[in-house]
Each structure stands twice: as structure tokens, then as C-alpha cells.
């Protein structure tokens, strides 16, 4: 009956629990932006604080970047790692959103209840959930139920620069039996998931430039080269009519998904229709030999993120740029290298650039993908405690989303992950009006206890 | 010797004229942008009191957009009109500028002295040289020397919505023998030019939508089409190897150069690989067929001035954004019609973007090219004047860029224009650190009064 109590307990404070995350999303941590480093800061102790609420010895541990917050709380086996990250996205097109990002509601939609809020779903209200599960264990049973390392980080949407060495520093202190990382989603409403297959990340931020000043365009259009104009060709050319990234090598190291997997997501009914539709589109657009499913969790792809040049003001301005700049990014799978693809997309770059152009890079980073081994017992333990809590069973699934850190806490601690989240698709995470069900972080922390209990029985 | 004590005149109050010049170049009077207009109606102010010094009967008519100034001065024939514009472009990137674009002062240059500053050669420079030709004429005779109308406007850079409404109603009191424009070019520093073709110009502000809201690169990257890639197709696909415009019927409307004027230019002995080198580029990037002053003068051509979607700030943000957007420009010539030039474009757009993709558009806007007859006698005239002050004789020149005002002249009022002056192709003009040559100013204000001269024989 212990179990009931402590679901019993989450069902009772739920309001408190939703205020506790709303204070914490007041909190504009956004991580890739400097001007907002001192709010960072504050989300790094307001998380030390809280789990100083539950018993756990928490300190805020400086990095040249952004605060790890790491806790640890003594007890029986198995001792559990548990990741969750405090920054969020920056804001921006803000004028789209229907509030002030940072002045989270609770807001009634058809749908049902949503916190709406930046880093409701991404990933604070995500982290909260089993912060709040913990919570509800300690105030039924005086206690956390087993030995818990907490490691919640400030960076990951910004590329992570201090996650590897912060982790081989303290190798040791973070070394548990398993890790949980909170930080993917549902299948869908009705079906709780633990992710095992995660794509890489390789972003490229580059400018080339043409011409040494900004040019008019009747002096020199048609005469002078565009940079536009030879970006355009370059960024075009990245994929071929069918979908698929054309540059050399690139599905080198693109495993063959196994036939047992590929049954297995057949059998999930995925519709690429509601999929896209909810999203205003209406056919898909990559690889055309490949299933939309298959497309998003297990194929490389290549995607513009970012494009800038010339004027870009009210008005008219006949200008023929000096430069053009884009960001990009891969999402990488199977064995594929981020610099082994860096360098083929250099290669093209490069060699597309006419006589005379230049090109600088901003950016040096990227991932490779993540596939989790499901042999420790913990993996069926989590999915029984998930199908109790949800309508349907848990599935094993893909992501099409790069989460390295499962990839460093098997690299470099050698620690297994169960990613196991509450997110949904129309979250609308990195986007304007971002917002997580209330069903999600109520479920979500429910499940949490569930999953506790199992692994501790 | 009336013209030699004008002359004298010119050169004895150079340092009071190029004071006067800082005064109208220090008001930033940048038209295209809403911010600045109180500051348009004061260079209009101060254009007006600076025509009555010269006893014209000049005021600043209101407009919906920015105010006109039009002043009258009686005398003996022929009648002229003078046309020229104080507004200016904007600045951006400022960063770019080694000064405040609108606190102008002389520099000293390898090349000689110049007057830096924005608008200092397109147009304020290029319009005061003629009203200082005007002031140092009433001082030496008392009066100016025939009857002249100045039309000087302020729109010229944001695309001139006030200018045909306005010359309608006001065709009558617009209308004289002849027009005089002062917005063009020197053909090189020793050789004067008169400008008798002029490029149309046609522009396109447009923004394609494809989500209906930005979504992350890692849950639809690859299945959902990526604006930004469309785009860049779109505009990749607007030229083909050849540097060649692919939009069906562009060319249609393009006669091929006369063999006389291709004889006169090929004697001009242009020097591309100077022009392209002073501005770091090593080769023509258009037609490759067509001389690159044929290209530049006489040959239609497709520009993207600005582009910009998704994330641009720091850092990274792997998102597929919902939008995408462009400006372009056609420089048209011959008989190439705005309209069909635009419902070109647009259906090719159009007949790009994937389904359920859509496209709203910002502008409407073109004016078709100019090409003049030199049958008036005040033709030559002119050229005989610009070369008894040059080194070299003054040469019949195209003109890459567009100065519609010349076929509104034609147009509205049947009267011809000739296009005379005295910028130079490393002003800068649209870019940062605008100069104007002050022997161009000194020069251009003496080949002003032997124009008169000449005109009023």
C-alpha cells in the first residue's frame, strides 16, 4: 500500500507542485544568450534549495560556462543517476506568443489543461516531475526510497561546452548503476515510451563573403557575384529532388534498421498525416524512400536553421550584399562522425564558392548518435511500471531529437540510460507559446513513483 | 569673360559651398525608414531657405509621403527644370562606417580629398553642385540666367510613391523645354558623361510559409519541408549556369545593342577586372556571353537585396522555421514590361512551392527602362561644356541603375531630360562610408555654369 500512498500523496499537492514549477519557470534561464547568464544562475539555486527540501546535499558546482547543480541523497540500492537540464530556448519571434513567455498560467484548452510557459515541457516541467515524485515519497515515508545522485545541468541548449569535462572531472561522483534522464516523450497521449535510439547533432554557423563592401545593385547587379545568390545554390543543392543530403559519404555509416524494429514501429500506427497536418503541412518532404517514422528516428538529415544577408529592413534597399550567413544542422545515426561529415560538408562548401569568395565558420561542435543496450532488467521494470500508470503499454522508441548525454554517461562512466519522459509532439518546444499538459506533469511525476517503486521492490 | 568671373567665383567660395554641403548632408534624412521623417521635412526647410537666397520663389509641398520642393525664377529663355532629391539611404551596418554616417567631413585620401558622409554623393553633393553653379552665377550677374524651375524630391530612395501623383496634378507648372538631372555618374575620373539609358527596376518583398508554426529540427527535421531550403531553391533556380535569368519570356522584351553604340563603348576601353578587383572580386558573374559593360548598361538582371528566416542570434536554436522571406530586384531595360516581369516571377514561385505552402507579397512596384533621344540641340551643347572643363571629351553612356524620374519627364510632361553628373563608381553610394569626391563637387559646380552658359548662348 505504500505505492498508493505515495500516488495519493502527488494527487493531493498537485496544485502546490504546479506552483512550485511555475516559480521555477519565472526564471529566463535561457543559456545561449550572455545577457541572460545571472538568470541561469538563479534557476541553478533555486534547484539547489528545493532539493535541499527533499534531504538531498545539493551544491551549485561552477564550470567556465553555466552552474552543474549536483545533490546526492544516501540509501539502499540501486543508486540511480537522475539528468534533467534548467535552461530553456531563448523567446524569440516574441511577438508570437499569446503571453509573456516568463509569466507562466495554467491555461484551459480543448484539449485539457496546459502550463503554458518557455521551458514548460523543455525541459523544467520535465525535470519537476520526478523531483516532485521524490517529494511525495519523502513526505509519505520519511525518506528517499534508494540511493539518488541528482545532475541537473544549465547548458544543454547551447551545445553543452562544459558537460564532458564537468564529467570526467567528477567521474566518480556521478558513477551510479543506471541513469534516468527526463527529457524525451510520449508515443502519444495514451502510450508512455523510454526512448533507446537517439540521433547525433553537428551544427554548422558560417558567413561566406563575395564582394568587400556592400555594392549597389545597378552599378554592379548582374556583374558582380551575389553571395545570396551563391548561398542559395549552396544551401539548394545540399539535398537532391528525392530528399536525400547529397554530400559525398554522408549515409557512409547509416545503418539498415533491424527487420524486428522496423516490424515494431509498423505495428504503432504512426500517422504522418495528423503528424504534419497539426503542423499546417501536408505531404513529407524527406527521404521518399523511406517510412515518415523510420525518416525521423532513424535517418540522417539536413536542415537550414538560420539564413541572413543584405537588408533585411522596412523598405526597399537595392543592395547586392558583401556577405551571407546560415546556420545548419545534422541530426546524425548509426555510426556516423561529426567530423567526418564536418569535413564533407566543408569540402562542398568550399569547392562551390566562386573564385574570390571567402568563408569563416563560428562553430566547432557536434555529436554522434546514441543507441541503448535494453539488457538490464531495469529497462522491463520501467516499461511494467509505465503500462501501469498509462492507458496502453510503453514502447520502446526512437527520437529524432539529440540528447548526448545518454551517449557520455555510457562513453565516459560507463552507465547505462533509460530516457523516459512526458513530453508530446505539439509542446511546441523551441517555438513560440511553448506549454506541457497538466496531464504530463501529473502522470509524469505519478509515474515516477511508480518507476521508483519497481526498481527499489 | 562672364563665364570666366563665374568660374573664378566657383573656385574663390569652394570652402563656403562645401560648408553648406555639411550642413544638408548633417540632417539624416533617410526616406525609406518612418523614424525619420521630421527629419526629411528639414532638409526640405533647408532647401527651401537656401532657394530663396538664390531669389526663387521656392516652398515645400506637401505630399502623402515626403514633402516636394519646387521653386520658380523667372528670365529669358530657354526654360529648365532641375531635378534632383535629399533624401538619402539608410545607413546599416553601421558598424561598417569609419564615422557618423551624418557628421561628413573632408578627408584626405591617396586619391585626394573627398567629402565622406551619407548622401554626400547620391544626391545631396550631386544637387547642390548645381545650385551652387546658380549662386556663384546671381553673384557675379545678379540674376540667374534664364528662367528655371528646381524640383527637388524626397522619395527618390524609398521608391517615389508621391512623385507621379504629383507631377499630374502639377504637370503644368512642371512642364519646360528641357530637364536637367544631377543623380548619375563621371564615365571615369578625367571623362564626363551624359547618361541617355537607364535600367527599369522592378523589386519583390516576399515571404513563403510553410508550418504553421516553427517547429524543432529534431521531431520534424527531414519529414517536414524546411522553408528556408524552398527559398533557397526558388532563388538558386532564378539563374542558370550561364549567369543567364531562366524566368520564361524575360528576355522577350530586350533588343539586342546597336552596332554603333556597342562600337562607341567597346571604344570606352572598360576595365572589368579593375572594376570587379577594386571591390575583391576576380570574375564577372554574369551572362557569360555579353561584354561586361553591355551587362551592366544594356542588360536586364535578377539581385537578391536582403534574405532572412528562422534563427539568427548567438548560438545555436535548431529550429525549422515557419517562414522564409526575400527581397529581389530586376534591373529591366528595352521594352521589358514591370508587370509581365512580375507575373513572371510570381508564377514560377508559385509553381515552386511545395503543396500547402503559401506566399504573401509586400510590394508592387516597377518602372520600365529609359532610353533617351539625343535630337535636341541643348544635347550637345551640354557635351561641349562638360568638355571644355574635363580633361577628356564627355562621352553618350548607359547606366546600370534606375532613375524612373527621366521617363516620367518624358511621360507625364514630353519633356527630355538630360542625366549629367559627377559621381564616381568607388562613392559607396547604398553602402557605408559614401564619399564624394571633391573635385567632383568643385568640378561639377564649374561644368554647371558652362552649361548655362552654353544653354543661354
Known amino acids: 500500500m505504500s505505492l498508493e500512498n505515495v500516488l495519493d500523496r502527488i494527487d493531493s499537492d498537485l496544485s502546490e507542485a504546479t506552483d512550485r514549477l511555475m516559480e521555477l519557470l519565472r526564471i529566463p534561464s535561457i543559456s545561449t544568450d550572455p545577457a541572460f547568464k545571472a538568470e541561469c544562475d538563479r534557476a541553478a539555486d533555486w534547484l539547489v534549495a528545493d532539493l535541499q527540501t527533499l534531504g538531498v546535499t545539493a551544491e551549485k558546482r561552477p564550470t567556465p560556462g553555466h552552474p552543474m547543480v549536483v545533490g546526492h541523497v544516501d540509501g539502499p540500492g540501486p543508486h540511480l543517476l537522475f539528468y ?141 557575384m551575389n553571395p545570396i545568390r551563391v548561398l542559395s545554390g549552396i544551401l539548394a543543392g545540399l539535398q537532391d529532388e528525392t530528399g536525400a543530403v547529397t554530400l559525398p559519404g554522408f549515409y557512409d555509416d547509416v545503418p539498415e534498421l533491424a527487420d524486428e524494429i522496423r516490424a515494431q514501429w509498423q505495428g504503432l500506427n504512426f500517422d504522418h498525416e495528423t503528424y504534419l497536418g497539426d503542423v499546417g503541412l501536408k505531404a513529407p518532404a524527406g527521404e521518399q524512400d523511406r517510412t515518415p517514422l523510420e525518416q525521423i528516428w532513424s535517418r540522417p538529415t539536413c536542415d537550414v536553421n538560420g539564413i541572413w544577408g543584405g537588408y533585411t529592413g522596412d523598405g526597399f534597399k537595392t543592395v547586392l550584399p558583401s556577405e551571407a550567413s546560415a546556420k545548419l544542422s545534422f541530426r546524425l545515426v ?74 557520455y554517461f555510457k562513453d565516459i562512466l560507463g552507465v547505462d540510460s533509460m530516457l523516459i519522459g512526458f513530453g508530446k509532439d505539439d509542446d511546441q518546444i523551441h517555438s513560440p507559446n511553448e506549454k506541457y499538459d497538466l496531464q504530463s506533469f501529473h502522470k509524469g511525476t505519478r509515474s515516477w513513483a511508480r518507476i521508483l517503486a519497481e526498481l527499489t521492490k
Chains 1, 2 share one sequence.
Open 84 to 224: 534533467g537540464h534548467y535552461d530553456v530556448q531563448p523567446v524569440d519571434p516574441l511577438e508570437l506568443w499569446d503571453r509573456d513567455p516568463f509569466d507562466p498560467a495554467i491555461e484551459e484548452t480543448p484539449a485539457g489543461k496546459v502550463i503554458r510557459g518557455r521551458g514548460s515541457s523543455d525541459d523544467k516541467g520535465q525535470l519537476m516531475t520526478f523531483l516532485e515524485a521524490c517529494r511525495a515519497w519523502k513526505a509519505v515515508h520519511g525518506a528517499l526510497p534508494c540511493k539518488i545522485t541528482f545532475f541537473l545541468e544549465g547548458e544543454e541548449e547551447s551545445g553543452s561546452p562544459s558537460l564532458v569535462p564537468f564529467m570526467q572531472e567528477n567521474a566518480e561522483e556521478l558513477t551510479t548503476d543506471i541513469a534516468l534522464i527526463c527529457d524525451t516523450g510520449l508515443f502519444e497521449s495514451a502510450v508512455p515510451a523510454i526512448t533507446t535510439q537517439l540521433r547525433g547533432l553537428l551544427g554548422e554557423d558560417f558567413t561566406i563573403t563575395g564582394p568587400s563592401r556592400d555594392l549597389h545593385s545597378g552599378m554592379y547587379g548582374g556583374i558582380a
Open 334 to 407: 548509426g555510426q556516423q562522425d561529426p567530423d567526418k561529415i564536418r569535413a564533407s560538408f566543408r569540402h562542398y562548401l568550399e569547392s562551390n564558392l566562386p573564385d574570390g569568395f571567402t568563408v569563416t565558420y563560428r562553430t566547432e561542435k557536434g555529436s554522434p548518435a546514441s543507441q541503448m543496450s535494453i539488457a538490464d532488467p531495469a529497462f522491463e521494470k520501467a516499461r511494467k511500471a509505465l503500462s501501469d500508470e498509462w492507458p496502453r503499454p510503453a514502447a520502446y522508441v526512437g527520437c529524432g531529437g539529440s540528447i548526448p548525454i545518454a551517449g
